[in-house]
């Protein structure tokens, strides 16, 4: 068990390392399986009906979750959809939302990913 703990860990440091988008031109690193680990990662569109319910969920059920949204319809954001495409080797096409969790994301929006999501977040929730 210890080896695939860390071979997974290996795996994953690898690809986040590898994966990195920085743009030294506006000083922004848009890789997002790294900068989830502290923060969720939220991939939207105001336009797409599974984002925006999604979201609603999100902000209604985990108001003190560390969530950071970003709608990729704005064009300097695209660079985060592309990054996740990188880091979660995710197709060309991909449905909205996108949640990053670290290592973890979800894709697209219903039931089945709403119980996910209220597993992954966990570690994202403020005390206070």
Known sequence: MK????????????????????DHEN?????VAENSLTVVTFLHSPTCGYSCAAKEYVTQTYPNAAIRFIDIDLAGNRYFLKAAKQDYGLDSYIN????????LYIE????????RLDDYIQPYLKTE
């Open 3 to 22: 080896k695939i703990v860390f071979i997974l860990c290996a795996v994953f440091t690898l690809t986040t390392l590898t994966s990195c988008m920085w």
């Open 96 to 103: 909205t939302p996108v949640i990053c969790f670290g290592p």
């Open 108 to 115: 697209g929006w219903d039931y089945e990913k709403r119980q």
């Open 27 to 31: 000083d922004t690193d848009y890789s």
